[in-house]
């Protein structure tokens, strides 16, 4: 893809406000979208928050912030923002209609677009490809939260993704600094799949008081060099996209993948991890761990 390509993202939430920065730090023209105006402007504060941070730890140079901003455009118009693009991202909720509307809409709209990525944490993207027009133009594009931090990107071909759109998602990931993994169209991927096992296990030590929530988190931390324990990864993913994934994960997969009923009594709390400020850990607002709940 050229210089000045334009990338679409739609869905201004936690992961598409930061898959929009590293979009725009890569060099592209960024539309970001959403249908709620008041999340469209919040997302545009913390894209200019999340980059003066980087000039402050040097990670970013102060005369490339404002360039970058400026590559950066939002709005609530689907329509217009589609129009001339060449890559497009959803970052919409997990839930699987929903996505496959959207694509749907979205291709219909513009069928020229080269690259369509879901960012699916555990959706069949081959499932979500066959809503579209263009089912061989798209990729699983999983993406980390915080994004502008990650390194990893996920991609996800399914049944019918082309060579072409492969190397397309290779091209993105290298241009916008993230690491990819490239895995098949199976429930979980890699990634989820693995981090589930963890994170669900942890859960269960905690319910039948094996250990506290810190000393769970440490024995991964120090004894296996994770940066963050299981149940602190939770709470930053969330503990309702996580129920939801171990729920398709549980369908598909089986028994092992059964949510824990702390799990579930939690986000019927709305105990829902660092979003909600309390989930295993309490959080601040903003975002900084305050200790276990």
Not at 27 to 36: I, M
Not at 91 to 116: S, Y
Not at 216 to 242: F, N, Q
Request: glycine residues 10%.
């Amino acid at each position: 893809m050229s210089e000045s390509t334009i990338a679409v993202v739609l869905g201004a939430g936690t992961m598409g406000h930061g898959i929009a920065q590293v979009l725009a730090v890569g060099g592209y023209e960024v539309r970001l979208c959403d249908l709620d105006a008041e999340r469209v402007d919040a997302a545009l504060v913390k894209v200019r928050a999340n980059l003066e941070g980087g000039v402050k730890r040097g990670k970013l140079e102060a005369d490339q912030l404002e360039p970058i901003l400026l590559r950066l455009t939002a709005s609530s118009d689907s329509n217009a923002a589609l129009e001339g693009a060449t890559l497009l991202i959803e970052a919409i909720p997990e839930n699987l209609e929903l996505k496959k509307r959207v694509l749907a809409d979205a291709t219909a709209q513009n069928p020229g677009l080269a690259l369509i990525g879901t960012n699916t944490s555990s959706l069949p993207v081959t499932e979500i490809a066959q809503a579209t027009s263009t089912p061989e133009r798209v990729v699983g594009l999983h993406f980390f939260n915080p994004v502008h931090i990650s390194k990893l990107l996920e991609i996800v071909t399914g049944e019918r993704t082309s060579e072409e759109t492969l190397a397309l998602a290779l091209e993105v990931a290298e241009r916008i600094g993230k690491t990819p993994i490239v895995v098949r169209d199976a429930p979980g991927f890699a990634s989820s799949r693995l981090g589930l096992v963890l994170g669900l296990e942890a859960i269960r030590m905690l319910e039948t008081g094996v250990a506290s929530a810190e000393d769970i988190d440490r024995a991964l931390e120090l004894g296996y060099r994770h940066p963050m324990g299981p149940l602190k990864t939770t709470d930053y993913v969330g503990l309702d996209v996580r129920l939801a994934i171990a729920e398709h994960l549980h369908a598909e997969i089986g028994e092992g993948f059964r949510p824990p009923l702390l799990l579930r009594r939690l986000v019927r709390a709305g105990k829902l991890g660092r979003k909600s400020g309390e989930g295993f850990y309490r959080w601040d607002e903003s975002g900084k761990c305050l200790g276990p709940a």
